[in-house]
């Protein structure tokens, strides 16, 4: 079991705009930021939102983030079909002194 | 522009030690604010934070894996290694190694490939 929680799935349709929520506790992101990774099938995670709200070079300004108390959120605008891939949230746990993840979240496009 | 690559036996069996290598290419294990460390990811299952050690000697380790993992940096090889004791089935898992940026991203920002271990009864 995960220490963030996320929806196992989520899905839209193309050029809609879809949202993965992640939830945590006091020591993870009440107390740290949020990060966001995509992984594609059979490839590494790859950064996609760093400290709540940041985009790392490259990544389109269609993905968002945001954060607020002990929850975040990830935000796909404009959906296409290759955003089809796994989704998860991370951040640093001072409880446990490391980095912890949540489930994951497939999202579909329709 | 920072890379890792994984090295390391595909198979082992259980009761053994798993030891995996992370080679950097691109920079400096012993330059900036890093952790060093590794990540895994059962089969269709999600990742998982193994442990890691900080550039300033700090170590992190999965409480639930910590009795069993050992990691190492080494500055003169710019590599850095996994050694984790007493594998069984379920630790079949694609490992990663990673650097989470400890100063401005505060993330984990580099990944290697991965390199998939199976545990052999």
């Known amino acids: 079991q995960s220490v963030l929680t996320q929806p196992p799935s989520a899905s839209g349709t193309p050029g809609q705009r879809v949202t993965i929520s992640c939830s945590g506790s006091?020591?993870?992101?009440?107390?740290?930021?949020v990060n966001w990774y995509r992984q594609l099938p059979g490839t590494a995670p790859k950064l996609l939102i760093y400290?709540?709200?940041h985009r790392p070079s490259g990544v389109p300004d269609r993905f968002s983030g945001s954060k607020s108390g002990t929850s975040a959120s990830l935000a796909i605008g404009g959906l296409q079909s290759d955003d089809e891939a796994d989704y998860y949230c991370a951040s640093w746990d001072d409880s446990l002194n490391g980095v912890v993840f949540g489930g994951g979240t497939k999202l579909t496009v329709l | 522009q920072l890379q890792l690559q994984e090295s390391g036996p595909g198979l082992v069996k259980s009761s053994d030690t798993l030891s995996l290598s992370c080679s950097v290419s691109g920079g400096s294990v012993s330059r900036g604010t890093f952790y060093w460390g590794w990540i895994r990811q059962p089969p269709g299952k999600g990742l998982e934070w193994m442990g890691a050690?900080?550039?300033?000697?700090?170590?992190s380790y999965n409480p639930s894996l910590k009795s069993r993992i050992t990691i190492v940096v080494d500055t003169s090889k710019n590599e850095f290694s996994l050694k984790f004791t007493s594998v069984t089935a379920a630790d079949t898992a694609v490992y990663y190694c990673?650097?989470?940026?400890?100063?401005?991203?505060?993330?984990?920002?580099?990944w290697g490939q991965g390199t998939t271990v199976t545990v052999s009864s």
């Open positions: 050690v900080h550039n300033d000697g700090r170590t």
């Open positions: 990673a650097r989470r940026d400890d100063y401005y991203y505060y993330a984990v920002d580099v």
């Open positions: 400290r709540n709200n």
């Open positions: 006091s020591s993870n992101l009440g107390s740290n930021t």
